[in-house]
């Protein structure tokens, strides 16, 4: 790989890809320097240490990226403008938030970063990650060569393929249209839903797929949305982090939109409840319960299923169902996510789900926790 030198900016570098990312560079790449924004200091000090970065490459500058021009001083924003690469990652990636908190990180504060990025004179590319579910209620094949600007109604999506599940998806498609229309030199890098750091199967940070996992296995799913066939698209962190690392140093064209998604080797629905009941059933104390294997049915009979049980009074049914309502309705909408041009651009593939899932699944057992301990890395696409 070329030595890359010279100063990058890197948002949400403190978080589960920003972190690795930064890791692999500072390695690879003893020239390179990263001004780093930070919004919180203790936060950004846990990752320096975890990831043993140099401190005399990585140089933090107090950011948030909801406040006025980013609560950046003058001097430091002049500091920024040698800037030749803008990897954006902050973000909030919950997908309970509103759509005005959604927006006022997601969409402002990509249009407040893009307006930095506009001062810098040498800007080859800002490279902004977004998600692969920035598609909202789109079903079928999602190419990487196609720019549909979803005009659909605020929130929850309508089953006509416009819309969207959550707020999340649709500050994160609101933001990608920002950055299209910048006139800036920008590169949209979308992975798919992170489980587990590698192939190892061990899971540095838990969301919404941990969370329905675990009530999967504690029998508090009886139903979700979706076919036996649907695809359940998801990656591990080494795979996102090295494309990512290999897009930030290729000089390779703009204007691109790259999928960081296990395509081709996203995992059935139906596999994915059997393989997971299969491990569990290794339990006795799991396996002595029976329980049944949930139903997966079309979103309309999902949403009568959701609105009994917000009628039916159990509270604690209404909280599992209310906390899957921000995610699982993704799965009425199967996607394939084409790669070709990310696997062009990097040369690496996403691991099938199938060669990790069930090791995760042992991570997420009672008495794991989750932790940020760096690991050794695995192969092939975590070499560092
Ligand atoms: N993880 C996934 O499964 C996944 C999948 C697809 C796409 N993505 C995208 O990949 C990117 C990185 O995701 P991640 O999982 O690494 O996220 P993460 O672990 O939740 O970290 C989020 C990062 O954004 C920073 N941030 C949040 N609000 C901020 C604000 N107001 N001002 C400045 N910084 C702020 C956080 O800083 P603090 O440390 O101060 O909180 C943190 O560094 C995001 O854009 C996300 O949408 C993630």
Redesign the pocket.
């Known amino acids: 790989m070329s030595n890359f030198s010279g100063a990058i900016v890197v948002?949400?570098?403190?978080?589960?890809?920003?972190g690795e990312l930064l890791r692999r560079l500072m390695r690879r790449h003893p020239h390179l320097c990263a001004f780093v924004?930070?919004?919180?200091p203790g936060?950004?000090e846990q990752t320096v240490r975890r990831h043993g970065l140099p401190r005399h490459r990585t140089m933090p500058i107090s950011?948030?990226?909801?406040v006025a021009g980013m609560g950046l001083g003058a001097v430091d924003r002049a500091r920024l403008r040698c800037t030749t690469t803008i990897v954006h990652?902050?973000?909030?990636?919950s997908f309970a938030q509103s759509l005005p908190s959604a927006r006022a990180?997601?969409l402002r504060?990509t249009q407040s970063l893009l307006e930095v990025a506009a001062e810098c004179m040498s800007l080859r590319r800002f490279i902004y990650?977004?998600?692969?579910f920035a598609v909202g209620c789109r079903t079928g094949r999602i190419l990487e060569t196609e720019s549909t600007r979803v005009r659909g109604p605020d929130g929850v999506g309508g089953a006509d393929g416009a819309g969207w599940v959550n707020a999340y998806e649709q500050s994160?498609h609101e933001a990608e249209w920002a950055v299209r229309s910048s006139g800036l030199p920008w590169v949209i890098v979308?992975?798919?839903?992170?489980v587990c750091d590698d192939e190892r199967g061990g899971v540095s940070?838990r969301?919404a797929v941990h969370r329905s996992l675990r009530l999967l296995r504690a029998g508090l799913a009886p139903m979700l949305p979706g076919a036996e066939e649907t695809p359940v698209d998801v990656v591990p962190n080494d795979h996102v982090a090295e494309c990512l690392a290999r897009i930030v140093t290729d000089p390779a064209e703009t204007g691109r939109t790259y999928h960081l998604c296990a395509g081709a080797g996203a995992m059935p629905l139906g596999e994915l409840v059997d393989r997971s009941y299969s491990l569990w059933s290794r339990d006795p104390a799991w396996r002595r319960r029976a329980l049944p294997r949930p139903a997966l049915t079309d979103l309309a009979t999902y949403r009568l299923f959701e609105s009994t049980v917000h009628l039916g009074g159990d509270p604690r049914m209404r909280q599992v169902v209310g906390s899957l309502s921000h995610f699982v309705p993704q799965l009425a909408f199967p996607k394939r996510f084409d790669t070709a041009a990310a696997e062009a651009a990097t040369g690496l593939s996403a691991p099938p789900v199938t060669s990790y899932w069930e090791r995760m699944l042992k991570h997420l057992l009672p008495g794991r926790a989750a932790s940020r301990q760096p690991q050794p890395a695995a192969q092939p696409s975590a070499a560092a």
Do not use: E, Q
């Open positions: 948002t949400g570098a403190s978080g589960l890809v920003g924004l930070v919004r919180d936060r950004w950011c948030d990226l909801t990652l902050a973000a909030d990636t990180i997601n504060g990650v977004s998600t692969a994160k979308r992975p798919s839903t992170i940070s969301n």
